[in-house]
């Protein structure tokens, strides 16, 4: 199944949070889940990474150097906390949303919006149908200013488990297994994207403040 849609996304980069093992293979294990129901892909160790967006961005290469540096400038001055699972909204792991995670969200985006390539058509990339009412007009207008609709009051931070060709068949599934796990994060990555905005190949890995 990943075989078919693992092609990456070139120049097309998330910065993210990587959870530890645990999490992460929690993440697998409800992906997995999800396959019988027209998943379009299940997640892995070294494909599909699971991952928590703080900012899909689009980079030139020529100023990839540059954007890089810039997000391991931002992780240097915010220190991480605690992160929680909070519920299963198929098909993501959603997590709480502390001050501290709204906060880096919203310097990563300040900083590094300035290196948007805006000739690589994004639009094309994203669906929004599935946010709720009030959110599809902010949605809209982050869509056109920074290159994602994923900002600001629209941040809502989770763990993608897969996506479907058919979005109403989530409400058919049953519940899946679910724990309310809780990690320390003291990094960013940054990520390039392939398929449904998944996580293909870890690009750079960079420490947060030390609290």
């Known amino acids: 199944m990943n075989d078919l849609n693992a092609s990456l996304w070139p120049n097309y980069f998330d910065i993210v949070i990587l959870p530890p093992p645990a999490v992460r293979d929690h993440s697998i294990g409800a992906s997995k889940q999800l396959a019988p129901y027209g998943g379009k892909f299940v997640l892995g160790r070294r494909r599909f990474i699971p991952h928590i967006s703080l900012y899909h961005i689009p980079v030139r290469p ?20 605690t992160l929680r699972l909070t519920s299963c909204e198929i098909p993501a792991l959603m997590t709480d949303k502390p001050d501290w995670l709204f906060q880096l969200h919203l310097q990563m985006v300040k900083h590094t919006s ?98």
Do not use: M
């Not at 540096?69 to 220190?79: I, M």
């Not at 805006?118 to 200013?145: C, H, S």
């Not at 599934?173 to 293909?200: A, D, K, M, W």
């Open 62 to 81: 020529e100023r990839f150097a540059a954007f890089s540096n810039t997000v391991q400038d931002v992780s240097s001055k915010h220190t991480g906390g």
């Open 114 to 211: 300035p290196f948007l390539d805006r000739a690589y058509n994004v639009d094309q990339t994203w669906d929004t149908d599935y946010l709720p009412a009030e959110l599809a007009g902010p949605a809209r207008r982050y869509l056109k200013e920074f290159g994602s609709p994923l900002i600001d009051v629209v941040f809502r931070p989770h763990i993608t488990l897969t996506s479907f060709e058919n979005k109403n068949i989530a409400q058919s599934i049953p519940p899946l297994s679910f724990e309310r796990l809780s990690f320390e994060v003291n990094t960013v990555s940054i990520c390039e994207q392939g398929p449904s905005h998944s996580c293909q190949r870890i690009v750079a890995t960079y420490p947060l403040l030390a609290s």
